[in-house]
Each structure stands twice: as C-alpha cells, then as structure tokens.
C-alpha cells in the first residue's frame, strides 16, 4: 500500500521557519517529480512547488519563491519542504503529490500567527 | 504566468442533473489539464487528465473536454455522493497552476 505521510507542521510566529517532511513507502520516490501543494482553510487548492527526481531541478509558486526550499533524500525515501520567513498568508494544510498515480499524503498543519 | 479560472465558483443542481464546469487558461496549455475533485474533509482525488482521459475507477458520468484554452467538466447525472469541490490545473509547465474551484451541492 503507498502511503505518503507529512510532519512538522505546526505553529509558528511571522518571521519563523518550519521543515516539511514526507515521507513514502510502498512507493519508490526517487524517478519521480514530487510536488507540494497547500490549502488555507476554507480556501482553495494552491500548488507550491516541484522537484526532480534526482533533486536538480525546482520550481516555485511566486509567492514563496525566495522563502521556501523543496528537497528530497532518494536514499530515505522523504521529500522536504524547507519554509524561512513565514507570514501569515502560509497558514494552511500542506500536502506532499505525486501527480502521476495521484498519490497524496494526509497533510500538516502549518499555522502561523503570533 | 498562466492563469486558470474556473465559472461558476458555486452551484446548486438536482439529483439527475446534467452539469458543466468551465475552466479556461490565459494562454494556451494544449491538452494539459487536469480536473480533480475533493469532498469536504478528504484530499482532493484526479478525475481527468489529459483534459479529457478518465482516471481508472472514476465512473463514466464523468467526462472532460477541450484542448487550447477552453476546457469543461461534465457529470452528466448528477449523484449525491457527487458533493464536493472541483479543481481544474494545468500541468504542462510550472508554475502548475489550480482554478480556484467550483463547489457543488445538491438542491
């Protein structure tokens, strides 16, 4: 059974910083590009960003482009999200996709707020 | 960059009910668009690809349509369990941008 299983949500005050990880088994991430994706509550569907399978190419959403960092670990299997300079406006649940077999994690929780 | 905007945002329909959901991209995408569907509380679940090839074990009262810059979504019998919110994305460069959503709810 694929599982995609995200951490390291939480609170976190404007200006701080959080690292997303997802973590897959049953399902080998390392030939696939992997995406974040992001809903604030009550909101819509955001994609965030994308990687490579072997890590060397990365886009981004304007919106965190500067700010946040996508990474991966083929050898553990995880994706990462790496988020520096939050604000208010990143509140939401994130989920980590494999676009291809629509394979999504249950998302965390980011919630930032003073 | 490319946007996607969805009409309606909103609707309300009978059991039954023919329903079509518009999604259409500032520039043109080609066939790479993507619909998916989440119900309240549950991640979103792919519905479409390639604007109009059904997803496996979606069932046939789905179907999409559209190529360029004008894309629809069709359930052509509307079902209870149909209840949720509908996103377009387009997926042929980054950033893979969603529609904003049409929610769906039975009259």
């Known amino acids: 059974e694929v599982q995609l299983v995200e951490s390291g949500g939480g609170l976190v005050q404007p200006g701080g910083s959080l690292r997303l990880s997802c973590a897959a088994s049953?399902?080998?991430?390392?030939?696939?590009?992997m995406h974040w994706v992001r809903q604030a509550p009550g909101k819509g569907l955001v994609w965030v960003s994308r990687i490579s399978g072997d890590g060397t190419t990365t886009h981004y959403a304007d919106s965190v482009k500067g700010r946040f960092t996508i990474s991966r670990d083929n050898a553990k299997n995880t994706l990462y999200l790496q988020m520096n300079s939050l604000r208010a406006e990143d509140t939401a649940v994130y989920y980590c996709?494999?676009?291809?077999?629509?394979?999504w994690g249950q998302g965390t929780l980011v919630t930032v707020s003073s | 960059d490319i946007q996607m905007t969805q009409s309606p945002s909103s609707l309300s329909a009978s059991v039954g009910d023919r329903l079509t959901i518009t999604c259409r991209a500032s520039q043109g995408i080609s066939n790479y668009l993507a619909w998916y569907q989440q119900k309240p509380g549950k991640v979103p679940k792919l519905l479409i690809y390639s604007a109009s090839t059904l997803q496996s074990g979606v069932p046939s009262r789905f179907s999409g349509s559209g190529s360029g810059t004008d894309f629809t979504l069709t359930i052509s019998s509307l079902q209870p369990e149909d209840v949720a919110t509908y996103y377009c994305q387009k997926y042929n460069s980054a950033p893979l941008t969603f529609g904003g959503g049409t929610k769906v709810e039975i009259k």
């Open positions: 996709h494999y676009f291809w077999s629509d394979y």
């Open positions: 049953g399902f080998t991430i390392s030939s696939y590009w």
